[in-house]
């Protein structure tokens, strides 16, 4: 696909550059919306709005909802109020109010003072949810069937009404609002019987979300029933939207992104690599670092505590980073495995002793594992093959010890800490690699030293 668009891209920069503009017009009709915006980017800004204009009107809208919000309001701020006007007509409120999120104040202003009032005020009413729930992310364009209705009435409701809607395929069936049951295309053209009433087709097993519902947990209910919409009501149970499967995927590709990012000591940014600037990843970056440094300096505290015993059996310092990469690993392991399955709602908070057994157990046979090879690495190589005769076997004792104890404290912090996270309404990711690494570093080395003193200065 990359491929495709490079080639795309240099065949217009050659029409552009020959004005060329009808044989512009029938390449772009051709191509999918999210392909013209990703061309679109890498044409530079002052082709866009050429381009953009050679589109027919549904083919713009839909490819100005694919842009990047810098795109987006670049052309904004060319468009005509008669453009802008046109372009808001094509629009979806759900992708309305997206657009609407990203852009200034000003542009803002421009964009409700072109909108109809309907579109103004669905808008309006999205905005006021809070960010991240389901309220903010659904669109008020839904298929709404009477009970009353017979199947003949229905079919001739959907094609008077369904080109406004975001889709037509799930039908909701409601009265005064309330929402009742629901009821598919399929089912109304299956229905051998034209009169049958709705009521009586419809499925009253209704699986809906409240506007409050976080939004990770609505990706995960669509993903789980493989729904193609989901209804959304508010605290009465009337009907006020649906999420489409589409916004959906969008929020799931958000959140492993920001579990990605925050895993990795970055905070979240809502731009991409290519757009974001060296001064952008500095400051997305150098807090974490920061942090993370200040936190390392308890590792360096302990090792100064411990520095008589580390002049008497100088040896021990060169086993420290095997011991401290392995904890850290470890941990990481464990931490990474429970945060994906915080996320798709396989575990809660309830399961923690489960979870902290079961990654005992795991720690055990890994400890006795990578304690036996270690067992066996330092004795052949360190006392060996590198002739290093103050490694003893129980210098050898320790470090396979430690190795085993360090493992178990890394399972068990990296799984307890992200349940706990999660327990205290924080996002599990936060506590990852980064700090359980660092937790770890230093717990590791107080074992190490606790057993070296118990073992070899006792």
Not at 298 to 326: H, K, R, W
Request: proline residues 4%; charged residues 25%; negative net charge.
């Amino acid at each position: 696909m990359a491929e495709h668009n490079i080639t795309v891209e240099r065949t217009l920069k050659v029409l552009l550059e020959e004005k060329k503009y009808p044989t512009l017009k029938d390449i772009l009709i051709t191509m999918n919306p999210a392909d013209i915006a990703a061309v679109f980017e890498e044409l530079g800004d002052e082709r866009i709005p050429l381009l953009f204009r050679l589109l027919p009107k549904e083919l713009a809208a839909e490819s100005f909802v694919e842009m990047e919000p810098e795109q987006q309001e670049l052309l904004i701020r060319g468009f005509s109020d008669a453009e802008l006007h046109e372009v808001l007509e094509e629009l979806y409120v759900d992708d309305a109010v997206d657009i609407v999120e990203e852009m200034p104040a000003n542009v803002v202003k421009r964009i409700l003072a072109q909108a109809d009032p309907q579109m103004r005020k669905d808008i309006n009413d999205i905005l006021r949810y809070p960010e991240n729930s389901a309220g903010s992310m659904m669109t008020t364009e839904y298929v709404s069937l009477r009970p009353s209705m017979t199947v003949s009435e229905a079919i001739t409701r959907i094609r008077r009404t369904g080109v406004d809607k975001e889709t037509i395929y799930t039908c909701y069936v409601t009265e005064g609002r309330k929402l009742l049951g629901f009821l598919t295309v399929k089912d109304l053209l299956l229905t051998l019987d034209d009169d049958e009433r709705i009521e009586d087709i419809m499925d009253t097993n209704v699986i809906s979300v409240s506007t409050l519902t976080d939004q990770e947990e609505v990706a995960q209910m669509l993903s789980k029933y493989n729904f193609l919409a989901l209804p959304v009501v508010d605290s009465d149970q009337r009907m006020v939207g649906i999420i489409t499967f589409d916004d959906a995927m969008d929020v799931m590709v958000d959140e492993a992104t920001e579990d990605i990012e925050l895993m990795a000591g970055i905070t979240p940014s809502d731009k991409t690599y290519l757009r974001s600037s060296p001064l952008d990843l500095f400051k997305h970056r150098i807090p974490w670092l920061m942090l993370l440094m200040v936190s390392a300096t308890f590792t360096g505290m302990i090792i100064t505590s411990f520095e008589s015993a580390l002049a008497a059996q100088v040896t021990l310092t060169a086993f420290i980073p095997m011991l401290m990469d392995t904890g850290g690993n470890s941990g990481s392991q464990s931490s990474v495995t429970i945060i994906r399955a915080l996320s798709l709602g396989e575990l809660e908070f309830a399961d923690l002793p489960r979870v902290v057994w079961k990654e005992i157990q795991a720690a055990v046979l890994c400890g006795l594992a990578l304690s036996l090879a270690c067992f066996v690495k330092i004795m052949l190589v360190d006392r060996l093959f590198l002739g290093n005769s103050d490694v003893s076997i129980l210098v050898s004792a320790v470090v396979c010890l430690t190795m085993a104890m360090t493992v178990l404290i890394a399972k068990v912090i990296g799984c307890t800490l992200p349940m706990c996270a999660r327990r205290l309404g924080l996002d599990p990711a936060v506590m990852a690699s980064p700090f359980i690494t660092t937790i770890v570093d230093a717990l590791s080395l107080l074992v190490y030293f606790g057993i070296a003193s118990a073992l070899l200065f006792s």
